[in-house]
């Protein structure tokens, strides 16, 4: 019966947390330029109106400023219920700003055929509510049961998660047993690809465009560059993953800058890419690798020299027998609440997760939305969430919480 009555309390309180998700949308956390405390502190004070206690843990501004930002705030929630095991639920914040071709506010929530359209409001906003609720839903119960549920509301996702889930972590303010963190709906995420990020500045000498031969074109050198790059890209089709859900390594030169003006050979043109790696590989072996490349198409170009910068280095989240109650506890409720099949599965996206997996947590990805990325815009515009996969969501983290604490 205690499933019923989780379903039920959902069902009685859904407009409640529609309403808080709307609030949540409507403040902007456009990372960059990351100016995200305001949008904690808004959180904070809804969370209070539920009778929580939220912890405000501010990261200090250099280290957010050496990152890129301007300011973070996490926000941790701890309802304890005795002796067992912590769970901890992880949303972020932060998120890409909205860019053009929106149909709708992007800060409006605006709901629309059972819709609510908005920057974050299926990744990952969405699941500051399904969490919140599914906790509130689970004390509803007033039912006997033993452990932790915590709430991480964070705002470091898009920079790499270090000043998210990683600055709790390596300060001791969390040690969860297990974590839920931001997913979709119709399937349960066991792991992911990883992610190396490098900046490339070819340095040559610029020139006057009248006398080219007086300068060396970096250009033309990044050229060769990348062309050795896609070089090895064609070649990672071949690589394949045994995890379901995940394919084959792929490289993306995401951003190129570079040169002052037409009429002057570019003295320095800077790459930036993304290189995800299958959870089989090894982070090192990949990073020697393509610096090697870079190193060896820029070999022979006279006057021009080369330095590489490690932006970013995520490590893929791995399946383990470890994770198996969590992910079993949500699988099963997910295929009940919504009537199909669950899978479990990996996921070519990388994540804050696997900061809380190599901290020893077990951990599953499990959230309100689509079956795609894509069916989401998350990232797009006219990003949005169905309000149906939110209600099921909820539903299902809150069995999952009272399954494994009861």
């Given amino acids: 019966m205690s499933h019923t009555a989780i379903d039920a309390w959902v069902d009685g309180h859904f407009d409640e947390e529609v309403r808080f998700l709307q609030e949540l949308v409507r403040v902007p956390t456009d990372t960059p330029p990351g100016d995200n405390a305001r949008h904690a502190e808004r959180t904070a004070e809804l969370l209070r109106g539920f009778g929580f206690g939220p912890e405000l843990h501010r990261v200090p501004d250099d280290a957010v400023r050496a ?4 300011s973070i705030t996490n926000v941790i929630v701890r309802r304890r219920h005795g002796a067992g095991p912590t769970i901890a639920l992880n949303a972020h ?7 053009d071709g929106w149909t709708h506010d992007p800060y409006g929530a605006e709901i629309l055929d059972g819709r609510l359209y908005g920057r974050a409001a299926a990744v990952s906003k969405s699941d500051f509510a399904t969490y919140t ?7 509803s119960l007033g039912a006997a049961i033993a452990g932790t549920v915590e709430l991480h509301f964070t705002y470091d996702e898009e920079f790499g998660g270090e000043l998210g889930p990683g600055w709790l972590l390596t300060h001791a303010l969390t040690r969860p047993d297990y974590v839920v963190a931001a997913g979709f709906s119709h399937e349960v995420v066991t792991a992911h690809n990883g992610c190396l990020q490098l900046e490339v500045a070819v340095h040559g000498k610029a020139a006057h465009a009248a006398i080219p031969h007086t300068g060396v074109d970096a250009l033309q050198a990044a050229v060769a560059i990348l062309d050795r790059l896609y070089a090895l890209n064609r070649g990672y089709r071949a690589v394949r993953s045994q995890v379901p859900g995940i394919t084959h390594p792929y490289l993306n030169v995401g951003r190129i800058e570079g040169g002052s ?5 570019p003295g320095e043109v800077v790459l930036k890419l993304d290189r995800r790696m299958i959870p089989e ?21 006279d006057g021009i020299r080369v330095d590489v910068r490690r932006l970013l280095l995520a490590k893929a989240w791995r399946p383990t027998a470890a994770n198996a109650p969590l992910v079993e506890a949500l699988r099963r409720n997910a295929e009940a609440v919504f009537n199909e099949t669950v899978a479990t599965t990996g996921t070519p996206l990388y994540t804050d997760v696997r ?25 797009r515009a006219d990003e949005h969430l169905v309000l149906d996969d939110l209600r099921g969501a909820t539903k299902v983290v809150g069995r999952a919480l009272f399954d494994l604490l009861r």
């Fill in 281 to 301: 590989e090894d982070p090192a072996k990949v990073e020697a690798e393509v610096r090697a490349a870079i190193g060896d198409a820029a070999a022979g170009l």
């Fill in 355 to 379: 900061l809380y997996a190599a901290a020893g947590a077990a951990a599953a990805i499990y959230g309100a939305g689509p079956r795609t990325v894509l069916e989401s815009n998350a990232k």
């Fill in 133 to 139: 609720f599914a906790l509130r839903a689970l004390e």
């Fill in 67 to 70: 990152q890129g930002m301007r």
């Fill in 261 to 265: 003006n037409t009429n002057v050979v």
């Fill in 93 to 99: 914040g932060d998120v890409v700003p909205p860019g």
